[in-house]
């Protein structure tokens, strides 16, 4: 492994990991609880900051920290990403246990991005690329929007608001990532769904939380992104 990439691995493990479990405990003890239906249920944030959920945010975050710094070493744009990591190692951890995603983290995390974007423009000139990712959160956010609307059973709005963001991120680096990334998620869920059912885990009527399946996606968009771009291209 080149040495500039693996410089920006440790920083990724080394700044997510901890960040995620010191933050991931404090934002469930302060963010508001939804507005439930009636007959709805669900696990309330603050049941899960204790020591189990800071070692997932924790974990969850130094992983992906890690894996962005590989893969994408000492770019400008490495900062936003990893501030992506920290709060996306949260949102799925809380996803996952309630099957929600508080906006209350997830639009803080639209503002640290695009500003973070706009910094990395400035720094870099790379404006084509800040547009680029204005129209792929755009795009990215209406798709998700039109899918929430037509099947609202298996798309909740927590996941359109998470699709703007990741889609601002993804957009930043190439088309190929936009789409394998954003869209990957469907992928990662449909397979996982598959061996849910097949094993009688769950049921058909069942859903599972999608945030995480759109986190996995993204990054590995990141990863499959370019050589697909390249692939597609000929």
Same mark, same amino acid.
């Given at each position: 492994m080149p040495a500039n990439e693996l410089l920006a691995a440790g920083i $990724?493990?080394?700044? @997510? /990991?901890?960040? &995620?479990?010191?933050?991931?405990?404090?934002?469930?003890?302060?963010?508001?609880?939804?507005?439930?239906d009636e007959g709805e249920t669900k696990v309330p944030y603050a049941s899960?900051?204790?020591?189990? $959920?800071?070692?997932? @945010? /924790?974990?969850? &975050?130094a992983v992906s920290g890690g894996v962005l710094g590989w893969l994408l070493g000492l770019d400008a744009v490495l900062p936003v990403w990893l501030l992506l990591a920290v709060a996306g190692a949260?949102?799925?951890?809380?996803?996952?246990?309630?099957?929600?995603?508080?906006?209350?983290?997830?639009?803080?995390?639209?503002?640290m991005v695009i500003v973070g974007l706009v910094v990395v423009a400035l720094a870099t000139g790379e404006w084509g690329s800040l547009r680029r990712a204005a129209i792929a959160g755009v795009i990215g956010f209406v798709v998700f929007y039109v899918l929430w609307f037509a099947f609202p059973r298996g798309v909740g709005f927590g996941d359109v608001r998470l699709s703007g963001v990741?889609?601002?991120?993804?957009?930043?680096?190439?088309?190929?990532?936009f789409a394998s990334g954003?869209?990957?998620?469907?992928?990662?869920g449909a397979v996982v769904g598959i061996?849910?059912?097949?094993?009688?885990?769950?049921?058909?009527?069942?859903?599972?939380?999608?945030?995480?399946?759109?986190?996995?996606?993204a990054l590995a968009g990141v990863f499959l992104g370019a050589p697909l771009e390249?692939?597609?291209?000929?």
């Amino acid at each position: 492994m080149p040495a500039n990439e693996l410089l920006a691995a440790g920083i $990724g493990v080394a700044g @997510c /990991g901890p960040a &995620a479990a010191v933050l991931g405990p404090w934002l469930l003890r302060r963010i508001p609880e939804p507005v439930l239906d009636e007959g709805e249920t669900k696990v309330p944030y603050a049941s899960l900051a204790g020591r189990p $959920g800071a070692i997932w @945010c /924790g974990v969850l &975050a130094a992983v992906s920290g890690g894996v962005l710094g590989w893969l994408l070493g000492l770019d400008a744009v490495l900062p936003v990403w990893l501030l992506l990591a920290v709060a996306g190692a949260i949102l799925g951890y809380i996803d996952a246990r309630t099957r929600f995603l508080p906006s209350a983290i997830i639009w803080p995390t639209y503002l640290m991005v695009i500003v973070g974007l706009v910094v990395v423009a400035l720094a870099t000139g790379e404006w084509g690329s800040l547009r680029r990712a204005a129209i792929a959160g755009v795009i990215g956010f209406v798709v998700f929007y039109v899918l929430w609307f037509a099947f609202p059973r298996g798309v909740g709005f927590g996941d359109v608001r998470l699709s703007g963001v990741l889609g601002l991120a993804l957009g930043w680096l190439g088309w190929g990532q936009f789409a394998s990334g954003l869209y990957g998620g469907f992928f990662f869920g449909a397979v996982v769904g598959i061996v849910l059912i097949v094993t009688r885990v769950m049921t058909r009527k069942q859903m599972v939380p999608f945030g995480p399946f759109m986190l996995v996606g993204a990054l590995a968009g990141v990863f499959l992104g370019a050589p697909l771009e390249r692939l597609y291209a000929g």
